[in-house]
């Protein structure tokens, strides 16, 4: 049986902005998701919930007009409570228009129900996702 922690971990590593790995890393998703997958964005991205893969794959295929690399690299996986997986890392994009490089750091709430991601609440602090977690 697969742990939370794997089948969360299948979702990072791939490079949203870029279309080759995007359509990868959305096979991927499909495969680990629940039917009615929900994602809520982060307050700094309008604090909405997108509904389903089809929600998530509409506003991520957005970025490619203004980033030629997003990508999220998780630096660690915690179990939390009864249901749920902390992912803390940073994100890195590159601006299409200036080639500039952005940093900042993320923290990924996953909600695993029936052995599939339910759904994902995303922070932009680690601190305030740690809290929001119960970690």
């Given amino acids: 049986m697969t742990s939370r922690t794997d089948l969360i971990r299948r979702i990072y590593g791939f ?6 790995s995007r359509r990868k ?3 991927e998703l499909r495969d680990v998701v ?7 964005l982060s307050q700094e991205l309008g604090d909405r919930v997108l509904s389903g893969v089809e929600g998530l794959e509409m506003f991520v295929e957005a970025l490619q007009q203004d980033f030629s690399e997003f990508h999220y690299d998780a630096d660690d ?11 803390l890392g940073r994100i890195f994009a590159k601006a299409r228009a200036t080639g500039m490089p952005l940093y ?6 996953w909600t695993v129900r029936d052995g599939l991601a339910a759904r994902v609440q995303a922070h932009r602090d680690q601190d305030e996702a740690r809290k929001v977690a119960g970690a």
Avoid: P, Q
């Fill in 25 to 27: 890393g959305f096979a």
């Fill in 34 to 40: 629940a039917l009615d997958f929900e994602s809520r």
């Fill in 104 to 109: 900042g750091e993320f923290g990924h709430i």
């Fill in 77 to 87: 996986f915690l179990e939390v409570g009864d249901d749920g997986v902390l992912v």
């Fill in 15 to 20: 490079d949203w902005a870029t279309v080759g």
